[in-house]
């Protein structure tokens, strides 16, 4: 028989969990409810889940609206990026502070760990003046004037995030867990340290480099902000950005906003739903580590 306290204790997790589940899934569950609704239903206020009057016109005028498949393109491009640069130099970083002794790894480790305390906000204005600054590229000359630099270009987006610290420390706890003995004996066959890397330790990396891909990935691909302030041609805008379209001064024409948002979480649902078992391996595995 179980317990009256313990029966207690389990109706209040599920309780508990209930009601975390619907702040989370009804919103997103109104979402595509109202995506599928008329304009009159929709600014009637109406907080219904099943519309009254099913209609995929708000797919249609995102298309029409704006060059959206160039705007999932570019996020594509930049998500995709940033998660090779980050899964690259970051495991690469995290080995050597995971494997290797060199002097003032202590100390390089905890300036690593105090940026990501310094919000991203503050370190805008001097990547974007370094990044506009770039010498002989963008209309630049050999002082970085009188030209956009990287400025609506891809790699604006990629090189200040290429290798961040938030990867850095993830894969140097990971790494930091495997045996040493392996390098050793790889070192005593007259392997570089770079092949050491790449052929002994990174393969063993999976699940970590799963977790850490699905979280790079879905950063990139939500971002607004810095795409925003960098990339303001509108052939280079993504699809977060793109979706500002629908909001105006004094209204927001929210079926197509809805629409369109319904557009670009699929890219990172599908994602999740391929790789879902590696990336909760690798948060057990980070958890336990």
């Known amino acids: ?43 009637s206020g109406s907080m219904s889940f099943i519309p009254k009057h099913f209609t995929l016109d708000h797919y249609k005028e995102v298309f029409l609206t704006m060059p959206f498949l160039s705007y999932l393109k570019n996020s594509l491009i930049l998500a995709l990026g940033g998660v090779l640069t980050n899964l690259f130099f970051g495991s690469l970083a995290g080995y050597s502070f995971g494997q290797l002794k060199f002097k003032g790894k202590k100390v390089l480790f905890l300036i690593f760990l105090a940026s990501m305390m310094i919000p991203s906000i503050v370190t805008m204005i001097p990547t974007f003046i370094a990044l506009r600054s770039f010498p002989l590229l963008g209309g630049n000359n050999l002082v970085g004037s009188g030209g956009l630099g990287l400025i609506n270009t891809y790699w604006a987006i990629l090189l200040p995030g290429a290798a961040g610290a938030f990867s850095i420390f993830f894969m140097k706890q990971f790494f930091e867990q495997l045996p040493h003995e392996l390098g050793e004996s790889a070192r005593i066959d007259g392997a570089s340290e770079f092949k050491i890397f790449l052929k002994v330790y990174f393969p063993l990396a999976k699940p970590a480099l799963t977790t850490l891909g699905i979280m790079t990935f879905q950063s990139g691909w939500n971002a607004f902000m810095w795409p925003l302030i960098v990339l303001n041609a509108e052939e280079m805008k993504t699809v977060q950005v793109g979706l500002a379209a629908f909001q105006y001064n004094y209204s927001t024409n929210y079926g197509p906003l809805m629409a369109g948002t319904i557009l670009a979480t699929l890219p990172v649902l599908i994602l999740f739903i391929f790789v879902q078992k590696n990336y909760v391996q690798g948060l057990a595995e980070a958890g336990i580590k």
């Open 1 to 43: 028989m179980v317990s009256k306290k313990k029966t207690t204790k389990i109706f209040l997790w599920y309780l508990l969990v209930i009601l975390i589940s619907m702040t989370t899934v009804l919103p997103f569950l109104w979402t595509i409810a109202t995506s599928f609704k008329s304009d009159s239903e929709i600014l």
